[in-house]
Structure formats: C-alpha cells, structure tokens
C-alpha cells in the first residue's frame, strides 16, 4: 500500500479483514490483511478495542464488538423498516424464505431476510452479500440496471458458484434481457446446489430494490405460482417507502406533565 496513509484508512483497513473473512483473527492476521507493521496494528486494534469496534477473546483473536455491529445497524435502516412488514406478508402468504436486496458494486447485498421452517442450503445472510449474476434478486437488480452498468458486469470474469452458474457473457445478456420482458429472474441451484429462487423488482427512487423467496429445489418447477404475491408485496412496499417521514422537528412533543 501506497505510504502516507492517514490513521483512518489504517483503522478502516483493519476492520475490512471482517467484511468477508473469518469471525475471528489473530493480531498477526489484522496486521498482514491491513499491510500495516505489527506495532502499528497493535496500538489501533487495541484503540478499537477501547471504543467498542472489535472485541477480544480469551484466546487473543479478535471479532467485530458490538458497538460496531449497532451502529452497522442504521444502514438501509428506513428501507428494512419499510419493508420489514410487508416481507413477513410475504412469507405467511407463501411459507418460504422471504428477503429483499440492493445493489452494492457488484453484488447484491441483502437488507432483511425471514427464515422458512423448511431447511433450506443457505447462501447468504442478512448484511451479507452474493454475486448478481447467482441470484433471482441480483439479477433482478442487474436486469434494470443502466446499459453501461450490465456491459461493465458482463465485461468482467464472472465466477461459477455451482455448475449450474451461468457465466457466458452472452447467454446472460440475453436472460437479463428476459427479465426486463417478463418482469421476474429465478434461479435454479446457480449459488447453491438443493436450492432455488425467484425474484421481482422494487421500483424505488434513487435505488431500487429486488424481493425474492428461496426455497428447496425440488419445488423450483412451480415456484412462478408465486409471482401475484410477490408483485403485490413489491407494490405495496414501493408505496409505503414514497410516503414522506417526518423529520425531528415534525415529531410532536410531549407537554411536560404539570404537578
């Protein structure tokens, strides 16, 4: 990494080794994932340790505190809480996994997600994320994408989850392009063998949005029956998140009690 780098970067550094890797990682791990020196890396760990960021265990590794983990979770915030009723519509009309996605860079990140009793492969969690080009919902949300953002997609190598991942640039153009026409994208064991998906957009303003339900695969040959549900649930959710919040100084204030 380029030097002169400014005690923040360095921090970031540190706490971007959990974005994708283990729970839980050694000082020495920390410092060669952030390509800081040892003793640099001891003193901000021990910083973040201090504020709440990371937390350590008895046995020296390190994990994301819980200070971190409530202040991460205000992000999407207004958009889970919009949707956050209308997605637990959607699982009690349907009883299958039930989420709903953004597009972060090239991945679809998931917002909010509610468990099926039925066991299905999991592939993702909520705050986690999965390639666009794997998913009903990221598809969904690469499909309504700018030109220019799907032919940078395309352009690039796109990684195999499975053997049933589609990855020629061609052959997912063209399925995007299905997906624009028909209004939905499914999947069918491209992010994990045994499991299937079905996906529809969330037309919302600046970012849009994608819900999607998972399910076994063995119920992928059907799994269209829920398409009126979904766009139903997607519609009511576009509605709910045009309404307009208040802001503090619109929240009415209690009068102060009198003796």
């Known amino acids: 990494m380029p030097s ?36 640099t890396a001891h003193r ?14 008895d046995r020296g590794r390190y994990t994301v505190g819980l200070r971190l983990w409530t202040v991460a979770q205000n992000a999407g915030r207004h958009l889970r809480d919009t949707a956050r009723p209308h997605l637990q519509d959607l699982f009690s009309l349907t009883q299958e996994t039930a989420h709903i996605a953004i597009r972060d860079g090239d991945e679809a990140l998931y917002i909010d997600r509610i468990y099926g009793s039925t066991r299905v492969p999991r592939a993702s969690r909520v705050g986690g994320r999965l390639p666009l080009h794997a998913t009903a919902v990221g598809k969904v949300l690469l499909a309504y994408e700018e030109d220019w ?15 049933h991942t589609h990855i020629n640039p061609g052959r997912l153009a063209a399925e995007l392009q299905k997906v624009r026409d028909e209004g939905y994208a499914t999947t069918q064991e491209e992010v994990r063998e045994g499991s299937c998906s079905i996906a529809v957009p969330v037309r919302l303003d600046p970012h849009p949005a994608a819900i999607g339900l998972v399910m076994l695969s063995t119920r992928g040959t059907n799994m269209t029956r829920h398409l009126p549900t979904l766009r139903g649930i997607a519609h009511r959710i576009e509605v709910a ?3 307009p919040q208040p802001s503090l100084a619109q929240i009415p204030r209690r009068s102060p009690r009198r003796s």
């Open 149 to 163: 953002v799907r032919d940078a997609y395309l352009a690039h190598r796109l990684e195999a989850a499975t053997k």
């Open 44 to 57: 901000l760990v021990g910083e973040l340790v201090e504020w709440g960021a990371l937390e350590r265990d």
């Open 4 to 39: 002169g780098r400014t005690v923040t970067s360095k921090a970031l550094a540190l706490l971007g080794a959990f974005e994708s890797g283990p729970n839980a990682l050694s000082l020495s791990d920390l410092a060669e994932f952030a390509d800081l020196p040892l003793p």
């Open 241 to 243: 998140a045009s309404r």
